[in-house]
């Protein structure tokens, strides 16, 4: 009587939209640092949200419905979020903006390729076309460590080069592999190592 489908792997892929939803909020109140975290842990369950579907025994509105959802998600997780981080770290200017926008069409545009390509049954089993934007979740809070190293004057126009490098790459027809075998193992314990600079960063600014 509820719509949707609530099975496991779908409510890791909402708590991945939970974490963006406040990585937007912290950022939005300046806490860039603690956004930076959820952000990753965003990235962490669209990684295992689909080993998890993969293990399921769902029906095919299930199947289509966790495709949209992620697409739905994805859109706020790394596309939305990581702008408004951007806009809490000071990127304001109008070229900034400008570029800011490119990245945020690039990745809707990325997206809704993806989904046509599913609709028509293309493979992607072992490869994307283009970089997927989940990827910003783990860039992005690697691009930001270089926040602490460099002026601020220099760090925000190397941010505004990454948002029109990234949104090239969205768009770029070009295989990317998906993640496999040790990346499992490696982005989380990169992710949390993260996670645990970032708390400590945004306590350290409290």
């Known amino acids: 009587m509820i719509?949707?489908?609530?099975?496991?792997?779908?409510?890791?892929?909402?708590?991945?939209f939970l974490a963006a939803v406040g990585a937007i909020v912290l950022a939005s109140a300046g806490r860039v640092e603690f956004a930076l975290a959820c952000l990753i842990l965003a990235g962490l369950a669209d990684l295992f949200d689909g080993v998890v579907a993969r293990r399921l025994t769902r029906s095919e509105y299930e199947k289509e419905f966790g495709v949209q959802l992620d697409t739905v998600v994805d859109v706020v997780s790394f596309v939305l979020a990581p702008f408004v981080i951007a806009l809490g770290a000071g990127l304001?200017?109008?070229?900034?903006l400008v570029?800011?926008?490119v990245f945020a069409v690039a990745g809707a545009v990325r997206l809704a390729h993806f989904n046509t390509l599913s609709a028509e049954g293309a493979d992607q089993s072992t490869h994307h076309r283009g970089l997927p934007v989940t990827y910003t979740a783990l860039i992005f809070p690697l691009l930001f460590v270089l926040r602490d190293a460099v002026p601020a004057a220099t760090f925000r126009?190397?941010?505004?080069?990454?948002?029109?490098?990234?949104?090239?790459?969205f768009v770029m027809d070009v295989p990317v592999r998906k993640p496999r075998g040790v990346f499992y193992v490696l982005f989380p314990?990169?992710?949390?190592?993260?996670?645990a600079y970032w708390i400590w960063r945004g306590l350290a600014a409290l």
């Open 3 to 16: 719509l949707g489908a609530y099975n496991p792997a779908c409510l890791i892929t909402l708590s991945g």
């Open 92 to 96: 304001r200017s109008p070229p900034a």
């Open 99 to 101: 570029v800011m926008a």
């Open 157 to 169: 126009p190397l941010l505004g080069v990454a948002f029109l490098l990234i949104a090239a790459a």
């Open 189 to 195: 314990v990169v992710g949390f190592v993260l996670i």
